[in-house]
T-cell receptor, first 114, second 114 residues
Framework: EAGVAQSPRYKIIEKRQSVAFWCNPI?????LYWYQQILGQGPKLLIQ????????DSQLPKDRFSAERLKGVDSTLKIQPAKLEDSAVYLC????????????FGSGTRLTVV | AQKVTQAQTEISVVEKEDVTLDCVYE???????LFWYKQPPSGELVFLIR??????QNEISGRYSWNFQKSTSSFNFTITASQVVDSAVYFC???????????FGSGTKLNVKP
């Protein structure tokens, strides 16, 4: 079974620029999550999709972050414009149900904003 | 409120020593799920174990063992005869029954020296 795919692996941008991350979950996994992990901290949920609908985006900074999951498969997370404090690893995860058996995580995208 | 506390920020041991990683959680849910994940330097979060709140049996898997105690709201993780490959950041996480997002602790970095 292929894992959760994410790209790019690394990204360096200047503040105020835009950036987008892509995630392809495990085939058949209805639930997809984007997490932000700042260095030295645990991951924090940004947004959760069930198929192509948003279940929870309460911690997504909507003035600059947006995410979509077209057709209930791949997902894109965008930051526009980026701030220095957005420097973090962005992890995508997917689960068959709603996560009661755990998630499968991708390797993440490490974003550095300079 | 849902909260996970991992008080140990970093632990260093010498190979073959036993080491215990502590996890204390808070939840109002009577049904909940606890997890441990390993994050090696590559960045991917690797699932180790899941426990539901009705199952207080301790579990052993090879050199790994977990001690779940509802009375103290703890879910500690012990590695017996540690190896250099165990070096990673370990996260404890809580998923409530009514809230299907994970709450991660801040992680414990384990350094196993040869």
């Amino acid at each position: 079974e292929a894992g959760v795919a994410q790209s790019p692996r690394y990204k360096i941008i200047e503040k105020r620029q835009s950036v987008a991350f892509w995630c392809n979950p495990i085939s058949g996994h209805a639930t997809l999550y984007w997490y932000q992990q700042i260095l030295g901290q645990g991951p924090k949920l940004l947004i959760q999709f069930q198929n192509n609908g948003v279940v929870d985006d309460s911690q997504l900074p909507k003035d600059r972050f947006s995410a979509e999951r077209l057709k209930g498969v791949d997902s894109t997370l965008k930051i526009q414009p980026a701030k220095l404090e957005d420097s973090a690893v962005y992890l995508c995860a997917s689960s068959l149900g709603t996560g009661e058996y755990g998630y499968t995580f991708g390797s993440g995208t490490r974003l550095t904003v300079v | 409120a849902q909260k996970v506390t991992q008080a140990q920020t970093e632990i260093s041991v010498v190979e073959k020593e036993d080491v215990t990683l502590d996890c204390v959680y808070e939840t109002r849910d009577t049904t909940y799920y606890l997890f441990w994940y390993k994050q090696p330097p590559s960045g991917e979060l690797v699932f180790l174990i899941r426990r539901n709140s009705f199952d207080e049996q301790n579990e052993i898997s090879g050199r790994y063992s977990w001690n779940f105690q509802k009375s103290t709201s703890s879910f500690n993780f012990t590695i017996t005869a540690s190896q250099v490959v165990d070096s990673a950041v370990y996260f404890c996480a809580l998923r409530g029954y009514n809230f299907n997002k994970f709450y991660f602790g801040s992680g414990t970095k384990l350094n196993v020296k040869p």
